[in-house]
């Protein structure tokens, strides 16, 4: 049998993998749930039949989402991820030796069941003590929490669906409530070749309620056109700043990021500066 | 109908467009030449049903492979192509004031030919009065010719069939003997992700014939895996100097490259730095 995955973008572009075999596929209320073995990228996640992550290349977008924001805070103890049920953003999170606490508030219990038993790779993190997992919608957690985090990591789907108020501004300005003096948001982004306008869109709500709002580039092997962005927004801290030797050497030995990806990544190409109506 | 044209990595990995129709299809000596009209990427070429190029985002490797050298060099004022018979390199070449003369030695006319019919867009600049179109094998033009150059790119396809030669030892001596005193050569250098070992393998190549010897990565929407690699060479100049404000100025409006994207892409990511034999 001749068994491959594919992933339609706009119906005009698609991704497909070979296939070995179907491990999980279940049914939440919020949506359907698979894993597959492939047959050169590891295992792979689907919510709804869109690519969440590989084995192969997840390492890029958790090293991405995690330690910018981690190493651009002078201090990160306690971090909140919303979304993000696979583990992966926690894992890279907990390699920050003075992060004590991560609390994860994932939608969909499913996600983190099926991880759990499929994909250990990002999932096996979730028993480490200095872990929360909280089986909740994110938009209520932050609207009513009286806990406060210095880093908030939004590890969300596409702006459809479930995570569709991920996006807003009523999200943000609840984000902002729960963030330190200092913190920092990093929100999944979108994609620079096909969602221009639901880039500037974000970066408009995060300039209205944060003082620094910026936005990078990582590139998946596994999503469509390989280019994705983080928005970067917080309370104080660049992204620009110096780097602490000392809490990058702990990290130990990454698969993606560096000191000079870590500067790398803001530089943005012409189109998407243009497009996001900033100078080039 | 429901039309796709589909490219396989390593059989277990596609990128699939959907096509409008097929503008052209011939038989050279060297390989099977196509043009499509997709969807919503433009036109797209195919040599041996590998994608060369789309009209929506062929200015991400053009300019990448043009630009960096062109403005890491103090003053070129000659540029040889070797491939790129689609004329998307010689373009951007000729966006540079300084440059008076770029000759394109392109193995197989089909492309060229194919090209001029049908894909104005990289083509058209072929008929500028600086520009020399030579249909001719570059192994053997830059074994035999008495001309020299300032910046030497290496427009070439995977290292299989034709542009077999292009990867080897014997090619970079004479590419070498072809430069002048301050030249450049930047080649068409492969894909990090399924192409580690043949990347180091140019690497050390290069690094046998010339004192400079660099690696950068540009992110196609079109190419399987989406990062991609350019490899930098050269008998002085450094990639990482200080870029010469007037002559940026006088390229226009770009679509990719800017100041800090030459810096960026230069930041490759760790596992591709170990891959390289490089420190992290």
Redesign the interface.
């Known amino acids: 049998m001749d068994l ?1 995955v ?1 992933e339609r973008n ?9 296939v070995e075999r179907v491990l999980f596929r279940g049914e939440s209320e919020f949506q359907t749930v698979e894993i597959v073995e ?4 590891g295992r792979m996640l689907l919510n709804d039949g869109l690519i969440m992550l590989t084995e192969r ?1 997840e ?2 977008y958790h090293e991405m989402i995690a330690h910018v924001p981690l190493l651009a805070h002078p201090g990160p103890r306690r971090v909140l991820v919303i979304g993000g049920g696979d583990g992966g953003t926690v894992r890279e999170c907990l390699k920050h030796r003075d992060v004590e606490h991560v609390r994860l508030v994932e939608i969909d219990g499913l996600v983190v069941d099926a991880c759990r038993e499929h994909i250990l790779r990002t999932a096996a993190c979730l028993d480490d003590p200095r872990v929360q997992v909280t089986i909740a919608d994110g938009v209520a957690f932050v609207a009513e929490t009286a806990e406060r985090y210095d880093v908030v990591l939004v590890d969300s789907t596409d702006p459809i669906g479930p995570a569709q108020p991920l996006f807003g501004r009523e999200f943000y300005g609840n984000v902002r409530r729960v963030l330190t003096d200092q913190g920092i948001v990093v929100s999944q982004c979108e994609n620079p ?1 096909y969602e221009g306008p639901a880039q500037r869109a974000l970066l408009d709500i995060l300039g209205e309620v944060f003082p620094v709002v910026s936005l990078y580039n990582y ?3 596994t999503y469509p ?3 994705w962005s983080f928005s970067f927004a917080s309370k104080g801290p660049r992204p620009d700043g110096e780097l602490n030797p000392p809490r990058v050497e702990a990290l130990g ?6 000191p ?2 870590q ?9 998407q ?1 243009r497009a996001l109506g900033l100078e ?1």
Do not use: S
């Open positions: 491959w594919e706009q119906d005009t572009h698609a991704v497909r993998f070979r492939t047959a050169a990228h290349d390492f890029v070749w590139y998946n092997l056109g390989g280019m030995e990454l698969q993606w990021w560096t000079a990806i500067r790398a990544a803001f530089a943005l190409p012409a189109f500066r080039t």
